[in-house]
């Protein structure tokens, strides 16, 4: 079936597909916290015959290739369903992971799930190198009829800009022509991998109909409950981007009325109840948390990949002028909240005459979210540099990171040795365990201070349990406490 388009028949990609057939052999490129759910998923469903996972065999993650192989799962973490799912997929043969590219050319889809962190926090330019690495390999080893889609988040205008140029140099095939190409932006939180994937909507967006159509094909097998949004692949990358860029703006709005609830006196966690309390048709108040900031690997990012895509095509990067755009001012906000963890502490100790040259802080908790070992981006590394460029010492409990090679961070899981001799406890992360294993009285002989500081990131602790056993109480958004008499417990042991 050809259409003809001015002089050059323009070969249909429907017919190609129609000649292939139905997907049935599927590749994931990048085995990290998004690939490897979704490979699993893939190859767990009926419809396909055969998935492999595609991972670099570099220094730094090619033992995820044999551990993959033996049925383990390289990540770290509470992830329900996954690892059994993994043993699953490889026993009976249905997933393999390697590193050999070329076996791309007998695949009829891939989909590339390759990061796009910054090349640094100060200058926010992503770093695509390792995008293109993998849309490189992809392009040399493709074959007509193949869809390729891409997950992970990328700047608005890189499918039908970078990613489709570098495919079709690398081919010398034509997107839309002779191999499909979409966007499908994954979705996926750490905690929730495998429901994430099949409960959420889809977005699936193609360069052209045909390519959504054929992405559509390859993801509605995975998919339980989640529907599948169309749209093109451009759109796709707005979605994606904005939505995490509104999630972001949603959380600044809570902590800069966090910030007012301390100035004023009142309790923000009150004060988010009332909000939340109007419902009502058509009455919404996406009321989040207030916090000791946002880290993670989306929201810290994808404001400014929104922001790029505005202006120019994926290949240049400038941001809007002036950062007037809501969302850059929200990015703004978050990332003030370690230094007003820092600035609380500071407080707390100005009360006993104290500064923290000198001073031990404790942080509990170094993973960006609670429950998990995902430190990316860390909330905690902004404080702990400010603590210890003001002459403290610090000490890190997590109960599930172990250490964080990027920041250069080695952390603890053993609670009452970091606790031991604290001036200073900052808590970072809602870790479950912190609920009920901070009691004042064990924190309060630990540290063997008479008053030490507590600063509570994220509303773990009872502000009153503390302050009555003569703890220096600090809170995000506890105007309510924070400036509460110092109390000489009579109990103390
Ligand atoms: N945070 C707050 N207050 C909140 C929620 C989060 O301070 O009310 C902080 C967290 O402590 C963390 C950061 O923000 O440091 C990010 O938390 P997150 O819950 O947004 O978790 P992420 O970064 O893993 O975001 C993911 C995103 N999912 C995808 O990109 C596929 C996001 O779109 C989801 O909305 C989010 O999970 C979610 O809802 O859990």
New binding site residues.
């Given amino acids: 079936m050809f259409q003809r388009e001015g002089d050059r028949v323009k070969r249909s990609l429907a017919s190609i597909l129609e000649r292939r057939g139905p997907i049935r052999s599927v590749g994931v490129v990048g085995m990290g916290y998004v690939g490897i759910p979704a490979a699993v998923l893939f190859a767990n469903s009926p419809a396909f015959d055969a998935v492999l996972g595609f991972q670099r065999d570099s220094p730094s993650s090619g033992y995820k290739i044999p551990m993959l192989n033996r049925g383990e799962c390289p990540l770290v973490g509470e992830e329900p369903d996954l690892r059994d799912l993994i043993r699953t997929v490889v026993d009976t043969g249905k997933f393999r992971c390697t590193s050999d590219f070329s076996e791309v050319s007998d695949l009829d889809a891939v989909t590339i799930a390759i990061q796009t962190p910054f090349k640094n926090g100060s200058d926010l330019e992503p770093d695509f190198s390792a995008l293109t690495d993998g849309l490189r390999q992809v392009g040399r080893h493709l074959t007509p009829g193949t869809l390729v889609v891409l997950e992970s988040t990328v700047t608005p205008g890189t499918t039908t800009g970078l990613a489709r140029r570098i495919l079709e140099e690398e081919s010398g095939l034509t997107a839309g022509e002779e191999f499909a190409l979409a966007h499908a932006p994954?979705?996926?939180?750490?905690g929730h991998l495998i429901r994430n994937i099949q409960e959420h909507d889809r977005i699936v967006g193609g360069i052209d109909p045909a390519s959504t159509q054929r992405a559509i094909e390859l993801y509605s097998p995975v998919l339980t409950v989640g529907r599948i949004i169309p749209m093109t692949a451009t759109a796709a990358e707005v979605t994606k981007t904005a939505?995490?860029a509104f999630?972001d703006l949603q959380?600044a709005a809570i902590n800069q009325l966090a910030l007012y609830c301390e100035a004023i006196g009142v309790n923000v966690y009150d004060v988010r109840k009332g909000i939340a309390s109007l419902k009502g048709e058509g009455v919404t108040r996406a009321v989040?948390?207030p916090?000791a900031?946002?880290?993670?690997?989306?929201?810290t990012k994808d404001s400014y990949h929104l922001e790029r895509g505005v202006t120019n095509p994926a290949e240049t990067h400038p941001l809007l002028n002036g950062g007037q755009s809501v969302f850059l001012v929200a990015r703004n906000i978050n990332d003030a909240m370690p230094r007003h963890m820092y600035r609380l502490s500071v407080e707390g100790l100005r009360r006993i005459d104290r500064t923290p040259a000198g001073a031990k802080v404790a942080l509990l908790g170094w993973a960006?979210?609670r429950d998990s070992g995902d430190a990316r981006n860390t909330?905690a590394l902004p404080y702990m540099k400010m603590m210890i460029g003001a002459g403290a010492s610090t000490a890190v409990h997590d109960p599930y990171v172990v250490h964080d090679d990027d920041a250069g961070v080695e952390t603890s899981h053993d609670l009452n040795s970091v606790l031991r001799g604290a001036d200073v406890i900052a808590i970072f992360t809602a870790h479950t365990c912190y609920y009920d294993r901070l009691d004042p009285a064990r924190v309060m002989e630990l540290t063997g201070r008479d008053h030490p500081v507590i600063v509570d990131g994220r509303n773990v602790i009872d502000a009153d349990a503390f302050i009555g056993h003569g703890f220096i109480y600090k809170g995000i958004g506890r105007g309510d406490k924070n400036e509460h008499p110092i109390c000489e417990p009579e109990y103390r042991a």
């Fill in positions: 994954e979705r996926v939180m750490v939505e995490n999630r959380i989040l948390w916090g900031g946002v880290g993670g690997h989306c929201l960006f979210i909330p």
